[in-house]
């Protein structure tokens, strides 16, 4: 049975979390081979256990010399790099009057500059190559207008208009660029929503098919975004 990622390599960022690990695990099945990136030392090892051909990273995916150094040691251990999948982010739900500075210059770091920088950490490499895939893991909140989601709409929604532009810019130079906008999905993250009973009701009645997403929605569209199908 052939794998849709076996000649492939994958660059994932935020590989730790609820979703990238989850995007980890089926790019493994399908036989990509990983670069795994993370803050998290410990978390990082861990997951790197569950795979043959691997590598890791750990640095801060808002730092780009971090960026770039985790894009030459894929390409030293693998010889390229196919897709990168951007998979950091965060939940603020305040309202402008409810943030301070701070509060939200760090979502735009997490959820807007962190993409940007991992986007110009390889796309030279991918220029140089003449293929990539990039995908950016997005919100609901980037286009529609939700309660207290002041600074996560701005960061997501400018998130989404620089991968709609970047697609046109690079698509005659063989790379795609694609976002998956997602509603609440029962990872880690969002365990302040999902495990208060009244949060997970009301997060619940806004989805027409009656539950919250989970990472494997999310890593199946992901990877056919990934992949040479798309």
Not at 33 to 38: P, R, W, Y
Not at 156 to 164: A, D, T
Not at 183 to 211: C, I, Y
Request: with cysteine.
């Amino acid at each position: 049975m052939n794998k849709r990622f076996e000649s492939k390599v994958a660059l994932v960022i935020g590989a730790t979390g609820g979703i990238g690990s989850e995007i980890c695990r089926k790019l493994n099945q399908e036989g990509a081979k990983l670069s795994l990136f993370s803050r998290n030392d410990s978390k990082l090892t861990e997951l790197d256990r569950e795979f043959e051909n691997s590598i890791t990273f750990v640095g801060d995916a808002t730092d780009l010399d971090d960026l770039k150094s985790a894009v030459n040691k894929t390409v030293t251990e693998f010889g390229k790099i196919d897709i990168l999948i951007h998979s950091v982010g965060s939940i603020v739900l305040k309202s402008i009057s409810s943030l301070n500075e701070e509060m939200f210059r760090n979502t735009l770091e997490l959820n807007l500059i962190s993409p940007f920088l991992a986007i110009k950490s390889v796309i030279n490499k991918m220029m140089s190559q003449k293929s990539g895939s990039v995908v950016v893991i997005s919100s609901v909140a980037g286009k529609k207008g939700l309660v207290n989601h002041e600074a996560i709409s701005a960061a997501k929604g400018g998130l989404e208009s620089m991968i709609r532009s970047a697609a046109i810019t690079y698509a005659k130079r063989g790379i795609r660029f694609n976002g998956v906008a997602l509603g609440l999905v029962d990872t880690p993250l969002a365990d302040f929503l999902t495990q208060n009973e009244m949060s997970l009701k009301a997060s619940t009645q806004l989805h027409p098919m009656g539950r919250i997403g989970k990472p494997t929605d999310v890593s199946e569209a992901v990877l056919y975004l990934a992949s040479d199908d798309a």
